[in-house]
C-alpha cells in the first residue's frame, strides 16, 4: 500500500507492532540486490528519494524508510529538533523492519542488504550494522553523525566505507580518521574511509547548508556505487 497524498510514501511494511512508510525504488529489470537508504535530519526529503532513484538506474531495488512520519524540514534548527526528538531505538525498529521487508521483497536478490546513510542516517547505517550484522553485508556512511552513532563496533561484519569532510563543522575530520580506525580494530572488518576537500553535506545537491560541492560528490557517489556493488551480491552469486 502507498500514501497517495505523499509520493515519498509510495510503500508501507510491518514495524513496531504497526506499520510504516517508506519510498521504493525498482530497477527496470524488476529486481536487484537491495539497500536501505536512511535519511539526513531533514526527513525523507525529495533528495532522499532521488538517490532511491539513482540506485534503482544502478539495478538496486532502494528502500528510504520515513523515520519521520511525513514531516520533512528545510530549516536547520528545526531539522536538529526532529532528529533530537528521534526515539533511536523506535527508529532502529522501524529500520530493522525495513530491512526484513527488503530481504523478502519478491524484486530483492540478495539474502542481506546495503545500507547507505547521509548525516543522522549514516550514523544509523553504522548502528545498523552493528545490531545486525547477517543481514547487513555493506555500510556506506556519509558523514555519518548524530545521536545513533553506536560506541562500539565489535558486532559488525559488513564491509564498511565512508566519505567524510575535510571542512566538516558537525564532525570534524581528526574524529572521523579516529572512528574509521575504532571501526576497523574492534569489528575486524574491511574498512575504507575518503575524505574529501568539502564541508559537511557536499553531496546533497539541495544544497541547504550551502556545502554542496558536485565535483565531490560524484566522485563519492561513484565510490559507493561501486562499493555496494561488490558487497550486495544477488542470492544465486552468494558464496
Given amino acids: 500500500m502507498s500514501d497517495e497524498s505523499n509520493p515519498r510514501q509510495n510503500v508501507q511494511f510491518p514495524s513496531n ?49 520515513d523515520l519521520y512520519g511525513g514531516t520533512t524540514t528545510h530549516d536547520a534548527d528545526e531539522a536538529g529538533k526532529l532528529m533530537t526528538e528521534l ?19 519478491e524484486a530483492v536478490t540478495s539474502n542481506a542488504v546495503g545500507a547507505i546513510g547521509f ?21 556506506v ?13 565489535s558486532s559488525v561484519t559488513a564491509k564498511v566505507q565512508g566519505h567524510y569532510a575535510e571542512q ?5 575530520v581528526a574524529d572521523a580518521r579516529d572512528q574509521a580506525e575504532q571501526i576497523r580494530s574492534e569489528s575486524g572488518t574491511d574498512v575504507e574511509f575518503f575524505y574529501y576537500p568539502a564541508g ?9 547548508l550551502g556545502t554542496y560541492n558536485a565535483e565531490q560528490a560524484e566522485l563519492a557517489w561513484n565510490r559507493a556505487v561501486d562499493f555496494l556493488k561488490a558487497n550486495v551480491a544477488p542470492e544465486a552469486e552468494a558464496s
Fill in 200 to 208: 559537511h553535506a557536499f553531496h546533497n545537491k539541495e544544497n541547504l
Fill in 119 to 139: 548525516c543522522m542516517g549514516g550514523g544509523f547505517v553504522l548502528l545498523l550494522a552493528n545490531e545486525l550484522s547477517l543481514k547487513v553485508s555493506a555500510a
Fill in 141 to 153: 556512511a556519509f558523514y555519518g553523525v548524530g545521536p545513533a552513532v553506536p560506541d562500539s563496533y
Fill in 87 to 105: 526515539p533511536v531505538e523506535e527508529a532502529v525498529k522501524d529500520l530493522s523492519g525495513a530491512v526484513d521487508f527488503l530481504i523478502t521483497h
Fill in 17 to 65: 507492532g504497526g506499520h510504516a512508510h517508506g519510498y521504493l525504488a525498482v530497477p527496470e529489470s524488476g529486481s536487484g540486490p537491495g539497500v536501505l537508504v536512511i535519511q539526513e535530519w531533514w526527513g525523507l526529503t525529495d533528495y532522499i528519494a532521488g538517490v532511491c532513484d539513482q540506485l534503482a538506474e544502478e539495478g538496486f531495488v532502494a528502500l528510504a524508510p
Fill in 168 to 172: 566538516d563543522d558537525f564532525y570534524p
